[in-house]
Nanobody
Framework: QVQLEESGGGLVQAGGSLRLSCAAS????????MGWFRQAPGKEREFAAA????????RYADSVKGRFTISRDNAANTVYLQMNSLKPEDTAVYYC?????????????????WGQGTQVTVSS
């Protein structure tokens, strides 16, 4: 059974930065894609970023492109989301997700395991 634990969320002013981490345990996850999704109050969960198992391919939602960077350290079983130039509209609970398969996707249905989420709040 895979377990994902996010950390690094918090309160930051607009224009600031945060780095989220997601530690995976339970099995080797070198051959799984990883993604970050977010859910703002009163809204549906949406895709933010994804990365292939090798780290050679990434994908970003248009709303975060150029500001967020996803990366992974397979030796540490950890995926990161560096968030810069944060905006109030980035406020949400951020979820880490893991999916079987090497192709990259922004479809939440293609992810098999989910973390509990970490709150990110950006003040104006």
């Amino acid at each position: 059974q895979v377990q994902l634990e996010e950390s690094g969320g918090g309160l930051v002013q607009a224009g600031g930065s945060l780095r989220l981490s997601c530690a995976a345990s339970g099995r080797n996850f070198n051959f799984y894609r990883m993604g970050w999704f977010r859910q703002a109050p009163g809204k549906e969960r949406e895709f933010a970023a994804a990365i292939t198992w090798s780290g050679s391919s990434t994908r970003y939602a248009d709303s975060v492109k150029g500001r967020f960077t996803i990366s992974r350290d397979n030796a540490a079983n950890t995926v990161y989301l560096q968030m810069n130039s944060l905006k109030p509209e980035d406020t949400a609970v951020y979820y880490c997700a893991l999916g079987q398969g090497g192709y990259i996707t922004d479809d939440s249905r293609r992810y098999d395991y989910w973390g509990q989420g970490t709150q990110v709040t950006v003040s104006s």
